[in-house]
């Protein structure tokens, strides 16, 4: 476990570097002619992905090399492919409907199936996220996420 670690934080710097390079060369400037300049995003998503790399980073360096393996039993990895199998569907769905009802339709089966959530937070943390991200990005930083096909039709989605 603790050379897994390792291993993923020093590929999470180098490409957290990599974000930052990128970023740089596209401008950073939170004040542009249109709104944030187009690395603006992209290099404080470096930073985190840096840091959030740094804490592995020194979490890994703290483990002793005697403890867990990574997956304890069957049931851990099988619960590792459902979420990865839920990451898939959601990232063919964004191409296929958009962005926002991808959002809506993922936290939705991912709090109700892997989740085992209320009924309540079933439904509220699809809409709550839903909306967040269109006036996160859409409205606030004036970044527009892929819509459905259906945007074209005059439905706001």
């Not at 740094?54 to 403890?67: A, H, N, P, S």
């Not at 990895?77 to 296929?96: D, P, R």
């Not at 991808?102 to 809409?127: D, E, M, N, Q």
Request: charged share 10%; proline share 4%; with cysteine.
């Amino acid at each position: 476990m603790r050379t897994a670690e390792i291993v993923i934080a020093l590929t999470f710097i180098g490409l957290g570097i990599v974000c930052l390079m990128d970023a740089l060369r596209l401008g950073i400037s939170a004040v542009g002619t249109n709104g944030p300049q187009a690395g603006f995003i992209i290099f404080w998503l470096g930073i985190l992905q840096l840091l959030m790399a740094g804490v592995i980073m020194f979490q890994g360096l703290r483990r002793k090399k005697t403890e867990e393996t990574f997956f304890i039993n069957r049931e851990s990895m099988i619960g590792a492919g459902y979420v990865a199998l839920t990451s898939g569907f959601f990232c063919l769905m964004m191409q296929l409907v958009g962005t926002y009802i991808a959002i809506f339709v993922y936290c939705l089966v991912f709090s109700w199936w892997l989740g085992k959530c209320r009924w309540f937070t079933i439904i509220a943390l699809p809409v709550i996220l839903t909306v967040a991200f269109y006036y996160g990005f859409e409205q606030g930083l004036m970044i527009p996420l892929p819509k459905s096909p259906w945007y074209v039709l005059g439905f706001p989605v």
